[in-house]
């Protein structure tokens, strides 16, 4: 199983719903990213957790608030977000050895904030 | 932080091979070199890896000169469906791996 399976794939939120974002891999991967991709961007890191913890947390807003039960699993806790926070939340994984690390990424979650 | 720099934009037709460069001058000891390619609303999809000289798989090959300071994508005889954005990466900054993207190149291949 190669597969980074992120649920769900489509998400409209008001400005004061609270949402979570799931992702989840079985490949053994110890390693787990969230980034952010605008249209016609680049995917832009946010988090990283090696080894179930939180190693990188790019400047993200409060608003987001990843989660890593297990090492199989990934959230991303959606709270008080902005209609600029619309856009495409990718999930990946890699295994975590951190030199030739190949990311394996999810289809995303394609969000909408109204 | 190696930082990647790569034509924003490329046309080709089909069945010619296509070659995509990134500079990545600042490139550390133990980085690997990595390409990405990704359809739009997907997730980016690994194509192909390689540390120096010449990697090749069944859908690319990657040349590397010896100075390792930049890289080129090679993709034979494209088609159509290799339409994408195709994204460079080299990953390590401190001993930690933060693989940040750049900003692509967009390959349009024309019939």
């Known amino acids: 199983d190669t597969e980074v399976t992120q649920t769900p794939k489509h998400l409209v939120m008001g400005m004061t719903n609270k949402k979570s974002l799931k992702c989840e891999q079985h490949?053994?991967?110890?390693?787990m990213y969230w980034y952010k991709q605008k249209a016609k961007k680049p995917p832009e890191l946010m988090f990283v957790?090696?080894?179930?913890?939180?190693?990188i947390n790019e400047s993200v807003p409060s608003r987001f608030s990843p989660e890593c039960p297990n090492s199989s699993l990934l959230n991303l806790h959606l709270h008080a977000l902005q209609p600029e926070d619309s856009a495409l939340y990718l999930c990946a994984s890699s295994p975590g050895d951190g030199l030739n690390e190949k990311l394996f990424f999810g289809s995303g979650t394609q969000l909408s904030v109204l | 932080l190696a930082k990647t720099t790569q034509p924003i934009s490329m046309d080709s037709y089909e069945g010619q091979e296509v070659n995509i460069t990134c500079s990545h001058n600042?490139?550390?000891?133990?980085?690997?070199i990595t390409w990405y390619q990704q359809f739009p609303s997907q997730g980016p999809r690994f194509i192909i890896q390689g540390y120096k000289t010449k990697v090749t798989n069944e859908v690319a090959s990657l040349f590397i000169p010896a100075d390792r300071k930049s890289s080129t994508l090679s993709l034979p005889r494209v088609s159509l469906s290799d339409t994408a954005v195709y994204y460079c990466?080299?990953?390590?900054?401190?001993?930690?791996?933060?693989?940040?993207f750049g900003r692509g190149t967009s390959l349009i291949v024309h019939p």
């Open positions: 600042n490139i550390a000891t133990n980085d690997y």
């Open positions: 490949m053994g991967h110890r390693a």
């Open positions: 957790y090696s080894y179930e913890k939180l190693s």
């Open positions: 990466l080299v990953g390590l900054s401190g001993g930690s791996y933060i693989p940040t």
